[in-house]
């Protein structure tokens, strides 16, 4: 597997658009959840590939036994695409969240 580098919690690994110098300005990412870890890093750094795929992460810990992944794009186009891409895996459960959605809600998050 391809080189990712610990980032507190996460995994990290720039996508050929960072590595390209371009700037991440789509505020939408796609989110993974699996149970089966090396299957995650495997899918995350065949995403990082893409010509627009910024960057992709994912973590080091597991919750409830499944790893969480992300991955950003320049477009949201990509974002969708990667989102319908996966959507239907057996492996994993995917979702976008909306960084701009949920950046006015980030105070209220508490430790549990």
Not at 1 to 9: C, I, S
Request: proline share 1%.
């Amino acid at each position: 597997m391809e080189e990712f580098e610990r980032h507190g919690a996460f995994m990290c690994k720039d996508g050929l658009a960072k590595q390209r110098g371009l700037k991440n300005t789509c505020k939408k990412k796609v989110c993974f959840f699996s149970t089966d870890h090396d299957f995650l890093i495997e899918t995350l750094s065949s995403i990082s590939h893409a010509n627009d795929c910024f960057d992709v992460k994912y973590s080091v810990d597991k919750r409830e036994e499944a790893y969480c992944g992300f991955c950003t794009f320049t477009n949201e186009s990509s974002v969708g695409d990667t989102w319908a891409r996966y959507e239907s895996h057996p492996k994993l459960w995917v979702a976008i969240q909306d960084d701009s959605f949920c950046e006015s809600y980030r105070t209220l998050i508490r430790s549990y």
